[in-house]
């Protein structure tokens, strides 16, 4: 006979796409639920300020833009769509996005290539842990599973928020290169992640 | 097939990467987002793309000031959300719309591409093992047009609305919403071995008293089921059974979900 679990409220390390319940809270928020915006607050608020520190790098500007993101969250709930992704993917977006247009907008080409040293290096460097300890250590050995140019390629896009022609500036490899190593990276990553 | 066309094709697909970690340029991803709307398989590459993608941001997570926290409920509590917006529903999607200006947001539109929605079920139920609700939503989306649709929707929305879920023997994932106040569920299961033609799954709500078929599982894509009148002691079976069903179970049952 099957067990069945009562489902509960997985952290971050139970894997950032393994949970449903962020859906079903932005389904109530979607209604105008503020409970359920508190609950999806305390939950989203700590992944999204990580992510966007990561491109931004700035402590103040990466809040406003969190606050940002999560109020977008507020206010396009009902836009969320979960034959789509994970709601976590969804907000995930949101803010890579929002980080992005910012970095993008307000930074000159050549204070980026400066940062561009350490935010190659510094993937894990994380100033405060939550309980996503477990998660960060398991996307670490993924990421580290990979060849030096798909983690590269990989770490400078996403969490450096490099387009993929910038990316291969940054390394002196074609564009072409990068395309693949991207996509080759990922399918690694998800592999990797998706075993544990 | 000219060989050009084959190849950018081959090409466009490699930017698959790219797209979900967000580093194409405005031409590249209208382009792209053209190519989805014809490649259903490019759509499941990004969706886990984009799952894999989540994990990495989630887990750079830190925590934030808690100042931050009341602020940003105040500020919510004072804004006006956006209705649902057209183009959610399936038939509504227009494929290959993808605007060839805009490289990033559009406002109000929140960060899916637009391809065409349709086809999107399957890779739903490729999602419907991390989270069976979200298959259950989708496809509650897709038949709230029908009768069966407004029980099901009254189901997925009851304020006392539990989740549970559990491994079917030999394969598969079912997932249960319930309300109690209701005695109601819907039930979903996914990813369920392929049986001979001349079986099927049939599902059963089997309590202290006996067991009751509750009709034969649709063969394919996980549609969920609606299952009312739930007893006291009620657990959730299935049992292989041959294709038109039987009046009490005669395999032992692959799934026994308890319902407490």
Redesign the interface.
């Known amino acids: 006979?099957?067990?069945?679990?009562?489902?509960r409220w997985p952290g971050?390390a139970g894997?950032?796409?393994?949970?449903?319940e962020l859906?079903?809270l932005l389904?109530r928020i979607?209604r105008?639920d503020?409970r359920a915006?508190?609950q999806f607050?305390?939950r989203a608020?700590?992944?999204v300020?990580?992510?966007v520190?990561?491109v931004l790098r700035d402590l103040a500007q990466s809040?406003e833009v969190?606050?940002e993101v999560?109020?977008e969250a507020?206010?396009?709930?009902?836009?969320?769509?979960?034959?789509?992704?994970?709601a976590?993917?969804?907000?995930?977006?949101?803010?890579?996005?929002?980080a992005?247009?910012r970095v993008r907008s307000e930074q000159r080409a050549a204070e980026r290539e400066q940062r561009a040293t350490s935010a190659q290096v510094d993937?894990d460097d994380?100033?405060?842990?939550?309980e996503?300890a477990l998660?960060?250590e398991?996307?670490?050995r993924c990421?580290d599973a990979l060849t030096d140019l798909q983690r590269e390629s990989?770490t400078l896009?996403?969490?450096g928020g490099?387009?993929?022609?910038e990316?291969a500036r940054l390394l002196g490899v074609p564009p072409g290169t990068?395309?693949?190593?991207?996509?080759?990276?990922?399918?690694r990553?998800?592999d990797c992640?998706g075993a544990q | 097939m000219g060989g050009r066309r084959g190849r950018d094709r081959a090409e466009v697909h490699?930017?698959?990467?790219?797209y979900?970690?967000?580093?194409?340029?405005g031409p590249d991803q209208a382009r792209f987002e053209r190519h989805l709307a014809g490649c259903e398989q490019c759509r499941l590459e990004v969706?886990?793309?984009?799952?894999?993608?989540?994990?990495?941001?989630?887990?750079?997570?830190?925590?934030?000031?808690p100042e931050?926290?009341d602020?940003?409920?105040r500020?919510?509590?004072r804004?006006?959300?956006?209705?649902?917006?057209p183009g959610?529903r399936?038939g509504r999607a227009r494929p290959g719309a993808a605007p060839a200006r805009a490289r990033?947001?559009r406002p109000?539109?929140?960060?899916?591409p637009r391809w065409a929605?349709a086809g999107?079920?399957a890779?739903?139920l490729a999602?419907a093992t991390?989270?069976?609700?979200?298959a259950l939503?989708?496809e509650h989306?897709i038949s709230q047009d029908q009768a069966s649709g407004h029980e099901l929707a009254a189901v997925l929305s009851a304020p006392d609305v539990?989740?549970?879920?559990?491994?079917?023997?030999g394969g598969g994932k079912?997932t249960v919403l319930m309300s109690h106040h209701m005695r109601a569920l819907v039930f979903a299961v996914a990813g369920l071995p392929p049986l001979p033609a001349a079986k099927g799954y049939e599902l059963w709500l089997i309590g202290p008293s006996g067991s009751r078929p509750q009709g034969m599982l649709p063969a394919g894509p996980a549609r969920p089921v609606m299952v009312a009148g739930l007893a006291h002691g009620d657990q959730v079976g299935v049992t292989v059974e041959p294709r038109d069903g039987s009046a009490q179970p005669t395999t032992r049952?692959?799934?026994?979900?308890?319902l407490e």
């Open positions: 006979m099957a067990g069945s679990e009562q489902a971050p894997g950032a796409g393994a949970d449903p859906a079903l389904s979607a105008g503020q915006y508190e607050y305390d608020a700590g992944p300020l990580g992510l520190l990561s809040e969190m606050q999560l109020l507020w206010r396009t709930a009902s836009r969320y769509d979960p034959a789509r992704g994970s976590m993917s969804w907000l995930m977006m949101l803010a890579h996005r929002r992005v247009d993937y994380v100033t405060e842990a939550v996503s998660d960060r398991r996307v670490r990421l990989v896009a996403y969490y490099y387009s993929y022609s990316v990068v395309k693949t190593r991207m996509r080759d990276g990922l399918i990553l998800r992640l | 490699l930017l698959a990467g790219a979900a970690l967000n580093a194409l340029s969706r886990g793309f984009a799952e894999t993608a989540a994990r990495l941001g989630a887990s750079q997570a830190v925590r934030p000031r931050l926290r602020q940003a409920l500020t919510a509590a804004t006006r959300q956006l209705p649902p917006g959610l399936p990033r947001r109000g539109a929140g960060p899916w929605a999107v079920a890779a739903v999602a991390v989270a069976g609700v979200t939503r989708y989306r539990v989740m549970l879920t559990a491994k079917v023997t079912a049952p692959l799934l026994l979900m308890p």
